[in-house]
């Protein structure tokens, strides 16, 4: 194995390390006493043929199968699916400022919920994933069709811009709706500050097939990414279609975000944050950055969400809380350093 080969085994090997401690941390962190050996033991006993005591009681045995552990692997799969859909956005958009809500999907999702919870009587809380996963689709249909239909030959900056012009069409469709029912404020500012509640593991099993379907295709063009990063016109010669690569990725990426973002809330700065640290540290190639954003993001919002359930114990602050207040200053700095390339 050549030199190149061993280190990027080696840094796959050393984020993959990370994000195992980083759901043990979150798996273990809270008022019922968990014990990493209890865990393990009981993680262990779970496999086929494997029958050993792990020592945990039965409510321990329920705390950590039914809310610690359905909360953490939801955790990381939004996480992983933010960050990779952001990385996929800088990639093809060749904006360093691209994340998940760049094209409106955040608004949409926002709208949709915040309409599916006025509503109550007729959808309730039980039709608020579906509302805010057709809403955010919506909303990136429209950014798309109005920046292909306008933009041209710089079609991905008037994308940028439309999405702009989206987000506020939906959000001030989101006030409207709001002041039309004001009673259900609370309900939708809880929504759309973010939260990893969990109804056992049924949102897990819902959100997985789109993550690891959009996941999966974004993977498939890391090596097409760095040829568009040369621009259109050469990736085009070099046999590359930039226009269908860019719809291909900014369908995928949008169905897993609108998924995940349907069951978590809106969970804003990781699709930005993740992908740049991972950048300082490995570079622009999106046959590492793409893996990498993958894990990292994963482990970021599992202790990020460790921290909004500590923080204020027993209250628990949002999760979009504390990612904004680690994104926004990070969101500055990337703007402070991109100022000359946007």
Known sequence: MTRAPRRRVLVLSGALLVLIAALLVGILVGPAGLTVRGVLLELLDALPFVDVDSGLSTRQQ????????PRVVLGALVGAML???????????????????????????????????ALGGVLGMAGVPVAAFVGGLLAVAATYALGRTAGGARSEVVIILAGVAVAAFANAAQTF????????????????????????????????????????????????LDVMGVGDVEAASLGVHPARVRLVLVCVATLGTAAVVSVSGLIGFVGIVVPHAVRLLVGPGHRMLLPLSLMAGAAFLVL???????????AELPIGVVTAAIGAPFFLLVLRRSRGGL
């Open 177 to 224: 709706a709001l002041q039309l029912s004001d009673d259900s404020l609370r309900q939708v500012y809880t929504w759309l500050l973010g939260r990893l509640a969990t109804n056992g593991w049924s949102d897990v099993v819902v959100v997985l097939p789109y993550v690891a379907i959009a996941a999966a295709v974004v993977l498939l063009h890391r090596r097409t």
């Open 62 to 69: 329920a705390i950590l199968w039914n809310i610690r552990m």
């Open 83 to 117: 960050a990779i859909a952001g990385a996929a956005y800088q990639g093809v958009f060749r904006n360093p400022l691209a994340d998940p809500y760049l094209l409106g999907v955040s608004s949409g999702a926002g709208l949709g919920a915040t309409l599916a919870i």
């Open 304 to 314: 990020a969400d460790v921290v909004a359930r500590t923080v204020m114990s027993p």
